[in-house]
């Protein structure tokens, strides 16, 4: 007889359901049972329990209990799996309080969502365990059947990671189709069926009484206040794509981005119970110890009910017994759902019998629905992923791919949540290491985060006359644990430079530390124009990176005696204007093509909104004057202010708008710039902010210099020379 091993049978009242729909079967009546848990008190309690049924029965059935799962895998013809890693503390305990302090509310956390992911993390290498053992220790026919959640992503793993035969089993299909029965008012004997879809996203394709279409009683049905509101999200779900989902409405609510995140009004309107499953857990411990002291306190009677509706007794019978049956199951695609990607896990319609199981083929979802699986396949890869390759990156992704969690947090809060969440688990033991990741990214370190990077940039302008001395700055980032010694090799492109000695440098790179030196050359020769400076060593994992040495550009004044500039944005034409000297200071004039004129705030990361910047210097050792025209809708309200937001000194403007672009003048005064009336030149920058560019483009920001910001290094400034 066949040999039924089930893992996980400390999970008492799920295992007595099992053996007893097992035993029931007449075939299977003298089958080989053996319990196997990790919890010796557990494993006790189930084993009294399993006795009692078999003696209840008056079976022949043969009985052991073992904590070696391998012992317990040996030889099995069928291995149930309904273990939960982490249990209800501190396991579900995490998944729900992490969360929560970060605003997010989960309902049961067990298949989707954060709960999920950080449960499916720590299911994944159990439960691939038992499949590898499975593998190995096995009968050659073993089928690995799976009841733990979250189910299509444990089974996902066990296909990519170990590839032996097995299912994942829930009960949410024969529920629903009783439940949709119960509301239409129709017998279930006369009622079919044709669900496909991912776990508890599961949905009716075809419910049908009599091969008659019995959909329009559901949604007659779901006009009933007191019937629709045993099931307000999954009718309205329904409403909104047509089709019925086989999960609850507490499940579903989780999976989606339009309950829960949009606050406790839309919460209390669909009755959706925050925190439901620590209820339920605490209400499963305690049915658990009185199942212990009823098994182990009275004088060996036991209740045996008749079979459920659980598919696993119905598969095994099938497999021995060659009479076929058809069940629900959770399997790898292979072009079975064709509108969902190959190798997840979908729920469809399954024959099984001595050929073992057999899906069917159930083509095109309808698009609707096959997108909603697909949002919740891409946090079921991730999480594979993650989990499989211990890949921490692919645990934020996870996360900020779930549509609940990305609804209801920004990412900064899901990195920060996903952070606290693993180093718990850590805590507990639950996930072991992962490969580290760029601080607050989603790059993997190796290769990125570790990678040590030397920059090579101009420390100040450039001189480009012939004898003149310059300087450069060499800044080495080194994010290792270890101190690095580093030769570096410069080689200039061009040979009109004098680098004495330095061509080859030896650089002491302190570990988790940026560090520089500063270099200086000579020019052999005057310059025309500028050149770069090669940086490259022979050590691996350096990123190194050249300088560019660039003349500063000079604007001579046209004819009118004006300095002329544009700006472009992503190159479409934004700003035109000029400069143009007075006896008391600089006029600018400039049309800047802003069509969507907003309020102009500056910020710690600096400016946004819409305004034009004009920065000024004599020469690169003196002060930046800067002044910032903040234009308005109506140009009434217009401001020109300084760094700090204080009035410009001395500052006129006008501003006259119109729907595509607003044109400005600006007179501001030579002393309040730091200029003398006598300079025929001096270092400046240009720079604008805009709401919108024309009737097609977005806003941004742009410079003359392309170095937006303000404060900017004055090397990056352009010469302004008036005759």
């Known amino acids: ?137 096995g009968a050659s026919n073993c089928l690995f059947l799976n009841y733990s959640n979250p189910m299509a992503m444990n089974c996902m793993a066990i296909d990519k990671e170990v590839g032996i035969p097995h299912v994942g089993l829930c009960h949410s299909v024969q529920g629903t189709s009783k439940v949709l029965a119960k509301y239409a008012g129709l017998p279930y004997e006369d009622v079919s069926f044709r669900v496909a879809g991912i776990n508890h996203m599961a949905f009716f394709l075809e419910f049908e009484y009599k091969g008659q279409d019995a959909y329009p009683l559901l949604f007659k049905a779901m006009d009933d206040p007191q019937i629709y509101a045993q099931n307000k999200v999954r009718f309205e779900m329904m409403r909104r794509t047509g089709f019925f989902v086989t999960e609850s ?176 688990h850590q805590k507990e033991g639950f996930l072991g290491e992962f490969a580290p990741v760029v601080k607050n990214s989603g790059r993997a370190f ?63 790179a302190p570990a988790n530390d940026t560090s520089s030196m500063s270099i200086s050359y000579r020019n052999l020769e005057a310059f025309e124009q500028g050149f770069h400076l090669k940086l490259d060593t022979a050590a691996p994992n350096i990123l190194c990176q050249g300088a560019n040495v660039n003349i500063r550009e000079v604007i001579e004044a046209d004819e009118s005696g004006c300095v002329p500039f544009e700006l472009e944005l992503d190159g479409n034409p934004a700003v035109e204007g000029s400069i143009q000297k007075s006896d008391t200071g600089l006029r600018i004039v400039a049309k800047v093509n802003d069509s969507l004129i907003t309020q102009a705030n500056r910020r710690m990361a600096g400016w946004t909104g819409s305004r034009f910047e004009f920065q000024v210097a004599r020469n690169s050792h003196t002060p930046i004057a800067s002044a910032f025209f903040l234009p308005s809708k109506n140009g009434e309200e217009a401001r020109v202010v300084d760094i700090n937001l204080k009035e410009f000194p001395s500052a006129q403007a006008k501003q006259t708008t119109t729907e595509m672009y607003y044109k400005l003048e600006l007179d501001l005064s030579y002393e309040s710039l730091g200029l003398n009336a006598e300079d025929k030149t001096f270092i400046f920058d240009v720079a604008s902010g805009l709401g919108a560019l024309g009737d097609a483009h977005s806003g941004g920001q742009t410079s003359l210099s392309n170095q937006f910001g303000s404060n900017r290094d004055s090397s990056q400034f352009l010469r302004a020379q008036f005759s």
């Open 446 to 508: 190796a290769g990125i985060g570790d990678r040590v990077t030397a920059k090579l940039a101009p420390d100040g302008p450039f001189d480009p006359s012939k004898g003149s001395e310059n300087k450069l700055i060499l800044s080495v980032d080194n994010p290792n644990d270890e101190a690095l010694e580093i030769a570096f090799q410069l080689d200039p492109a061009d040979a009109s430079i004098d680098l004495g000695s330095q061509t080859k440098i030896q650089f002491s």
């Open 1 to 137: 007889m066949a040999k039924i091993t089930l893992i996980g049978a400390g999970s008492v009242v799920f295992a007595k359901s099992l053996i007893s729909d097992i035993l029931q079967f007449p075939d299977l009546s003298a089958s080989s049972i053996c319990l196997m848990d990790i919890n010796p008190d557990r494993l006790k309690v189930a084993d009294v329990m399993a006795r009692k049924i078999i003696a209840k029965l008056g079976v022949k059935a043969t009985l052991s209990s073992t904590t070696d799962r391998r012992e317990a895998i040996r030889d099995a013809n069928y291995v149930i799996c309904t273990i939960q890693v982490g249990g209800y503390k501190p396991g579900t305990v995490i998944d729900f309080e992490i969360p929560r302090k970060y605003g997010l509310k989960q309902t049961i956390a067990d298949t989707l969502g954060i709960g999920g992911i950080f449960r499916s993390l720590r299911t994944i290498p159990e439960i691939n365990k038992i499949a590898k053992d499975i593998a190995d220790y």
């Open 249 to 424: 409405s507490e499940h579903q609510a989780e999976y989606v981005p339009y309950f829960i995140h949009h606050g406790q009004d839309k919460i209390d309107e669909f009755d959706i119970p925050i925190d439901e499953y620590l209820r339920r857990c605490e209400a499963i411990i305690a049915t658990w110890e009185e199942t212990e002291k009823e098994l182990l306190g009275n004088d060996g009677d036991i209740e045996v009910r008749p079979r459920t509706h659980e598919y696993g007794s119905f598969i095994i019978n099938a497999r021995e017994t060659n009479h076929p049956t058809v069940v629900y199951g959770n399997v790898p695609n292979r072009d079975l759902i064709t509108n969902l990607p190959n190798g997840c896990c979908v729920e469809v319609p399954c024959l099984v019998d001595k050929n073992g199981i057999q899906p069917t083929r159930i083509g095109d979802l309808p698009t609707q629905l096959a997108a909603i699986c697909r949002s919740n396949i891409n946090v079921q890869e991730l999480t594979v992923e993650a989990a499989l390759g211990k890949r921490r990156e692919s645990i934020y992704h996870a996360a900020m791919m779930d549509p609940h969690t990305a609804a209801s947090l920004p990412l900064d809060k899901i990195w920060a949540m996903c952070d606290d969440l693993i180093e718990a």
